[in-house]
């Protein structure tokens, strides 16, 4: 007996040619077929080993200077990944010795600082920040005041709020690995907080989501960030009051991202 005798196929099955979600997956008796149970395995377990990886803060540190970038680095009151998943408060909060050395390291009051996060998953701050950043560099201002960038351990969102007021900057945006899904154990975030501080919250930043190669590419998200990190300098604000009008901004222009 073969497969397609014993595999029910579901309608749907063309779906998956367009989307790496798990559907259609067709069924054996009242159960999933074998290779699917064994996908299944697979992807949650890529799913766990993102979120326990570490990021490789050197190769990270030398790729950035190697573009051209000045790097800092800080870590959470987090010390080591257990405590970060159990304790998302610490992840938050900046470490003080590492707080003091930025406040001493700071060029300035500056417009705009870039933070680098390991987050929930290192796979994908390892992997993206350098392309998207590549991406984005020659759309920024060249009036632009940069910081320079932090890559930060055992970091969450908020993190980037005291970096950012540690270094003096007008706006902070952060780059982290998210919350590794069934089919995505990479995904990067982007956070942007206009005037970061401590005590800032989420409805009062803004963020762009599912930045990877098979979500939103790194030149499409590049451009929408250049358009947030522009118009929250202009108004002088993020989170609910900004709406993201970069596709507006694209149609104006008479051009596509």
Same mark, same amino acid.
């Given at each position: 007996?073969?497969?397609?005798?014993?595999?029910?196929?579901?309608?749907?099955?063309?779906? !998956?040619?367009?989307?790496?979600?798990?559907? /259609?997956?067709? *069924? &054996?008796? #009242?159960?999933? $077929?074998? +290779?699917?149970? %064994?996908?299944?395995?697979?992807?949650?377990?890529?799913?766990?080993?993102?979120?326990?990886?570490?990021?490789?803060?050197?190769?990270?540190?030398?790729?950035?200077?190697?573009?051209?970038?000045?790097?800092?680095?800080?870590?959470?009151?987090?010390?080591?990944?257990?405590?970060?998943?159990?304790?998302?408060?610490?992840? !938050?909060?900046?470490?003080?010795?590492?707080? /003091?050395?930025? *406040? &001493?390291? #700071?060029?300035? $009051?500056? +417009?705009?600082? %870039?933070?680098?996060?390991?987050?929930?998953?290192?796979?994908?701050?390892?992997?993206?920040?350098?392309?998207?950043?590549?991406?984005?560099?020659?759309?920024?201002?060249?009036?632009?005041?940069?910081?320079?960038?932090?890559?930060?351990?055992?970091?969450?969102?908020?993190?980037?709020?005291?970096?950012?007021?540690?270094?003096?900057?007008?706006?902070?945006?952060?780059?982290?690995?998210? *919350?590794?899904?069934?089919?995505? $154990?990479?995904?990067?975030?982007?956070?942007?907080?206009?005037?970061?501080?401590?005590?800032?919250?989420?409805?009062?930043?803004?963020?762009?989501?599912?930045?990877?190669?098979?979500?939103?590419?790194?030149?499409?998200?590049?451009?929408?960030?250049?358009?947030?990190?522009?118009?929250?300098?202009?108004?002088?604000?993020?989170?609910?009051?900004?709406?993201?009008?970069?596709?507006?901004?694209?149609?104006?222009?008479?051009?596509?991202?």
């Amino acid at each position: 007996m073969s497969k397609d005798d014993i595999v029910t196929p579901s309608p749907w099955a063309e779906w !998956r040619e367009a989307t790496p979600a798990r559907l /259609a997956l067709g *069924r &054996a008796g #009242a159960g999933m $077929p074998t +290779d699917e149970v %064994l996908r299944f395995g697979w992807a949650h377990a890529m799913a766990r080993d993102a979120v326990h990886a570490v990021l490789d803060v050197k190769a990270l540190e030398t790729g950035l200077r190697d573009a051209g970038w000045e790097v800092l680095q800080a870590r959470s009151r987090a010390p080591d990944r257990p405590t970060y998943l159990r304790r998302p408060d610490l992840g !938050r909060r900046l470490d003080e010795e590492d707080a /003091a050395r930025l *406040r &001493a390291a #700071a060029p300035g $009051p500056c +417009d705009l600082c %870039l933070v680098i996060g390991d987050g929930l998953s290192a796979l994908a701050a390892g992997r993206h920040p350098l392309p998207l950043l590549g991406a984005l560099r020659p759309l920024l201002p060249d009036s632009l005041a940069l910081a320079p960038i932090v890559i930060a351990t055992q970091a969450r969102v908020a993190l980037a709020d005291e970096i950012g007021e540690a270094l003096g900057a007008r706006l902070a945006v952060m780059l982290i690995g998210e *919350r590794p899904g069934l089919s995505s $154990p990479d995904i990067l975030g982007i956070y942007l907080t206009h005037d970061p501080r401590r005590g800032r919250n989420d409805a009062q930043r803004n963020c762009i989501s599912n930045v990877r190669p098979e979500g939103l590419p790194f030149e499409a998200a590049a451009f929408r960030l250049a358009w947030f990190i522009r118009e929250s300098l202009r108004r002088g604000l993020t989170g609910v009051a900004l709406k993201d009008e970069s596709t507006q901004a694209v149609l104006d222009a008479g051009g596509t991202t």
